[in-house]
């Protein structure tokens, strides 16, 4: 943290917010993928027994920000269960990220999603849902900020190796889904329904994503961009980047049906691959 300016600053007043039990820092920069002009994603963790302050917190940020007029900060839960809540500040410069986790609730999902059990949500802003798995998604790929009680290593620890029943269960949940949204858009060819032969099409290229992230052993938090990293893993489909594209430049032109074609092609592909995982 010690070399980022921004996080120096703004950590130690964020953490002297009660309420706050451990900060991560998530995303791009997590990662070490970041630009300079690169959004921070922090993730304010918090125990249901002892809630976040969100007046602290608002007073807290409006001496980081650029703007205190500009600066949105929201109650838990505002935004439903699973994104939970969190604010959008500018500082210095910067797009800073604050979103909400309860330390008690990713607990339990983790426990879930090792146990197999996940679940998928309509959430907006995740076009094609939020998967229960994110949560063990965020906590694996997150670098620790502040974390006096160890919450989040402890969580940490439950997350890697990547879990086989996890693997198993998103799999099974969105492979046979994939041919499902390619048939369901069929029958919209006839009648010429862009709209959804592309809203099906979009469900299967997101399931494709999903099975071949739970193959690899790696975690998708976030549709953006999950074709393009899945297109590089050791376990994929050939030619990936290039045939979605194709898809996607066909549905443009109206080309339904050869878009649809070269979804069947990846489907069987993927399900090849899938198949022959199983014998080994």
């Not at 935004?79 to 986790?101: C, E, F, Q, S, T």
């Not at 502040?146 to 693997?167: F, I, M, W």
Request: aromatic share 8%; proline share 5%; with cysteine.
């Amino acid at each position: 943290m010690s070399h980022d300016p921004l996080l120096a600053r703004t950590i130690p007043v964020l953490a002297a917010v009660p309420g706050v039990a451990a900060i991560v820092l998530g995303g791009s920069r997590a990662r070490g993928t970041a630009h300079e002009a690169s959004d921070y994603d922090l993730g304010l963790y918090y125990r249901d027994g002892a809630a976040l302050d969100i007046d602290r917190l608002r007073a807290a940020v409006a001496g980081l920000v650029d703007d205190p007029a500009a600066a949105h900060v929201t109650p838990a839960g505002e935004w439903g269960p699973w994104i939970v809540g969190g604010a959008w500040l500018a500082i210095g410069g910067h797009k800073v990220d604050l979103l909400y986790r309860s330390i008690d609730q990713v607990t339990g999902g983790i426990d879930a999603c090792r146990n197999g059990d996940v679940s998928m949500h309509y959430q907006p802003g995740h076009p094609h849902g939020f998967c229960s798995a994110i949560w063990m998604g965020e906590v694996a790929l997150c670098r620790v900020l502040h974390d006096p009680g160890s919450l989040v290593a402890a969580l940490k620890e439950k997350t890697a190796p990547y879990p086989p029943a996890l693997r198993d269960a998103l799999v099974w949940r969105f492979q046979w889904e994939i041919l499902f949204s390619i048939e369901n858009a069929e029958l919209a060819v006839p009648r010429g329904d862009s709209t959804h032969i592309a809203g099906c099409a979009y469900r299967a290229l997101a399931c494709i994503a999903q099975v071949l992230f739970a193959l690899n052993g790696q975690y998708l938090i976030n549709e953006k961009g999950a074709l393009a990293q899945a297109a590089n893993f050791p376990v994929t489909v050939r030619e990936l980047t290039g045939r979605v594209a194709e898809v996607w430049r066909k549905i443009g032109a109206a080309e339904h049906t050869g878009a649809l074609q070269v979804l069947r092609a990846l489907e069987e592909e993927l399900r090849e691959i899938c198949r022959a995982g199983s014998e080994t």
